[in-house]
């Protein structure tokens, strides 16, 4: 860590503006270029005792194109993971994102630094340690969700998630809505420096007793540009 940045860190205390804590860390998330292509390769989906394999194609618009499932839950089931992983390689800036916030610094615990935002989306929350988002804390289409980043992939031109758990809470009472979600993620690069795209995807939801449910895995190999 430069000096610089630890001046920056130890010069800011709680009550005050930390809009460029929170945008070094907006800044560090691994996005795609504005050029990218798309991809295409094999998928499959396994609960560990059913396993059905197909292709897919993700264009250079982010719709995912199954092809040789016919199971209608799986068959969508793939097709969200893809989408939901390419939406947020989707590059914005920060003031297209966040230009109508404010941020003001919280506590510190061992999640990372609190980020109260204000303005547009007042109510929201983050976390930040070491320009990772370590704590997403949002208000969306009436639900509250909670995303904790345990673990990531430094690509070299930023970082992905690769540990996390999401819960939906109820905005007013702030219980769980649904079980947890827990989520492992792999990401290779589609070709030397190229694009980093997902590989498999490992979910498991634990009830509110905190008992596994079910897990799934997703898996996407053969991977290729779309030229």
């Known amino acids: 860590m430069t000096i610089k940045k630890i001046f920056m860190l130890t010069n800011v205390v709680k009550g005050a503006d930390c809009t460029h804590l929170f945008k070094a860390a907006y800044e560090n998330r691994y996005t795609w270029d504005s050029n990218f292509k798309g991809y295409k390769g094999s998928c499959s989906w396994t609960d560990g005792t059913r396993e059905i394999k197909g292709t897919f194609s993700l264009g250079q618009d982010l719709k995912a194109t199954i092809q040789e499932i016919d199971d209608e839950q799986i068959h969508k089931a793939i097709s969200s993971q893809l989408w939901e992983v390419a939406i947020h390689r989707v590059r914005r800036s920060f003031e297209q994102t966040h230009g109508k916030n404010t941020f003001t610094l919280g506590d510190t615990n061992e999640v990372g630094s609190e980020i109260i935002v204000g303005g547009k989306n007042e109510g929201d929350k983050y976390r930040v340690k070491n320009d990772v988002v370590t704590m997403v804390y949002r208000h969306i289409h009436g639900n509250l969700i909670v995303i904790l980043t345990k673990d990531v992939i430094h690509t070299g031109n930023g970082y992905l998630s690769k540990h996390y758990s999401s819960q939906y809470l109820d905005p007013i009472s702030k219980k769980d809505l649904q ?14 420096n190229g694009p980093w795209v997902l590989a498999s995807r490992s979910i498991h939801q634990e009830s509110l007793e905190g008992s596994l449910l079910n897990k799934q895995v997703f898996s996407f190999s ?6």
Do not use: M, V
């Open 179 to 192: 079980e947890k979600h827990h989520y492992r993620d792999n990401f290779i690069p589609l070709y030397e």
């Open 222 to 227: 053969s991977l290729k540009s779309l030229s």
